[in-house]
């Protein structure tokens, strides 16, 4: 479950700027639990994939995302942010990563108590996503070959 959700960020990154606008969710459970953690939200836009509520959102200036179960528990929430908004060794890591590349997406993450960083890199054989930790360390979630035009 922890790989997909992971691959389901990554996802998420790419498309947050194009997410389509959809009614709110029937769950007024999660509903509730949304607007009582992000009462000033703005730019709203829910979807459902399989057994999680999916909201994009604007708060504080900030893009953001939160997956929710069912219960209205908080499956994780996502932060777009810059590499300077960083902890100083992660984002000493995504320099290092990115360098001679491009770095096309960062993300900051709260899930189950732990805090990382998804970063998306681009080079001009592949486009990688990395999971980075607040220490500095990284792994590679996923690598999608390009192809060759």
């Not at 606008?21 to 703005?42: D, L, Y």
Request: aromatic share 10%; with cysteine; net charge positive.
């Amino acid at each position: 479950m922890k790989k997909i959700l992971v691959l389901f960020v990554a996802v998420a990154l790419t498309v947050t700027s194009y997410a389509h606008r959809s009614p709110i969710v029937e769950n007024e459970v999660v509903t509730a639990a949304f607007q009582k953690q992000f009462s000033t939200a703005s730019d709203v836009s829910w979807s459902q994939k399989n057994d999680l509520y999916l909201v994009s959102f604007k708060y504080n200036n900030d893009r953001m995302l939160a997956w929710y179960r069912p219960d209205g528990t908080v499956e994780a929430v996502q932060r777009s942010l810059q590499v300077d908004q960083m902890t100083f060794l992660a984002a000493a890591a995504v320099q290092a990563l990115s360098k001679d590349k491009n770095l096309l997406t960062a993300a900051e993450v709260s899930k189950e108590g732990e805090l990382f960083y998804l970063v998306k890199i681009e080079d001009e054989k592949c486009i990688s996503v990395y999971k980075v930790s607040a220490a500095g360390d990284y792994t590679r979630v996923e690598k999608v070959k390009k192809r060759k035009a």
